[in-house]
């Protein structure tokens, strides 16, 4: 009879594969991933990637609303006028002044900006093994998922890429390694 945890095929031990030394545990995300020392988990340091990226974008993003609000009044009139007679001749009616243009530009600029600092400001912080940042993180991409389902069921069928990366990053905060990381086994 063999001891437990030995394989029976490599009665001695010197194979090196199988089953892991008696005491030890290796399931995916084992309790070695609770000792303070212990590195930062792929799906962890990928979803850290990830936030690092969509605050660039989200910065980005921002950055090119708030050069539109610069452009000077008139040119903007100029532009909303030929747009409008481009869709007159469709049979669509567009009113849309250059006030409202520009406070729906300011609008998604404090938005596009502020996702971007929350997203880097959370991704900086993902290395701390605090319950909070762990939750922090599950939380703002909930969000930012919720937000991006609206805008597909609204009939931006774009939003279906951003929507995966975001579902992606929350299955990995929430699968074992990642809860493990965070001592919430």
Known sequence: MFPSGQDPYDPDGTQGGGLPPRGTSDFGGGFGALSPDAPLPKKVAVVRTLMFVGGACGFALSSLFLMGLIAPAEAM???????????????????????????????????????????????????????????????????????????????????????GFTVMMVVYMLSREGRAHYGLL
């Open 77 to 163: 009139a100029e532009v909303l006028r030929q747009q409008a007679d481009i869709a007159a001749q469709e049979g669509v009616e567009i009113a849309v002044s250059v006030e409202t243009l520009r406070a729906m530009m300011g609008v998604m600029a404090v938005i596009t900006g502020t996702y971007g600092l929350l997203s880097t400001l959370l991704a900086g912080r993902i290395r701390r093994r605090t319950v909070g940042v762990f939750w922090g993180v599950v939380v703002f991409q909930a969000a930012a998922g919720a937000l991006l389902l609206w805008n597909l069921l609204a009939g931006d069928y774009f939003a279906i890429v951003p929507l």
